[in-house]
């Protein structure tokens, strides 16, 4: 009698092991899942499509912004550990200094979520706006400073390293 090179009841094991195949890419499936439904959706406003129907008017702000040439820049100058000295440098298109605006700032911590800091800059000459400041932590903040003269608005962000 001849035996059978090959038998089905050797091979019992192969359909439990595709359902435990299954069974582990499920689990795998529902964990993502559950931790993709707890975490942060990453939504910056409550109503991003009116927010999207407006875009023109910012593009709109942005061309006229562009138009002026500012220029800006931010720094940090550290007196006593976390207390320092906000300083934007504001300059029109030829490098001399704007002087005669109203500046304000936004110190925002980009890596977790502590409220938002606004600080009224005041004119210190030269193009030179700054204020004293208290943060919360060191690293890295960033600086959304907002200069407005009449009708013309000039906004930039920049990051900061507070030690």
């Known amino acids: 009698m001849q035996?059978?090179?090959?038998?089905?009841?050797?091979?019992?094991?192969?359909?439990?092991?595709?359902?435990?195949?299954?069974l582990v890419v499920a689990m795998v499936n529902g964990a993502l899942a559950?931790?993709?439904l707890q975490s942060d959706p990453g939504l910056v406003s409550?109503?991003?499509?009116?927010?999207?129907?407006?875009?023109?008017?910012?593009?709109d702000a942005g061309a006229a912004q562009d138009a002026l040439g500012w220029r800006g820049v931010v720094h940090f100058a550290g007196t006593t550990g976390l207390k320092g000295q906000i300083v934007a440098e504001l300059r029109d298109p030829s490098g001399?200094?704007?002087?005669?605006?109203?500046?304000?700032?936004?110190?925002?911590?980009?890596?977790?979520p502590l409220p938002q800091q606004d600080?009224?800059?005041?004119?210190?000459?030269?193009?030179?706006?700054?204020?004293?400041?208290?943060?919360?932590?060191?690293?890295?903040?960033?600086?959304?400073?907002?200069a407005e003269r009449g009708g013309d608005v000039y906004?930039?962000?920049?990051?900061?390293?507070?030690?």
Do not use: M
């Not at 409550?46 to 593009?59: A, D, K, Q």
């Not at 001399?96 to 977790?112: D, I, M, Y």
């Not at 906004?155 to 030690?163: A, L, P, T």
């Open 119 to 146: 600080v009224v800059l005041d004119a210190s000459g030269q193009g030179t706006y700054s204020a004293l400041v208290t943060l919360t932590r060191a690293g890295q903040w960033d600086v959304r400073v907002t």
């Open 3 to 22: 035996r059978a090179l090959f038998s089905f009841s050797k091979c019992r094991w192969i359909p439990w092991t595709i359902a435990g195949l299954f």
């Open 46 to 59: 409550e109503h991003p499509f009116e927010l999207g129907n407006g875009y023109n008017r910012v593009l």
């Open 34 to 36: 559950y931790f993709a």
């Open 155 to 163: 906004q930039f962000v920049q990051r900061i390293v507070v030690r």
């Open 96 to 112: 001399a200094p704007l002087s005669g605006l109203s500046v304000k700032a936004a110190v925002v911590r980009p890596v977790e």
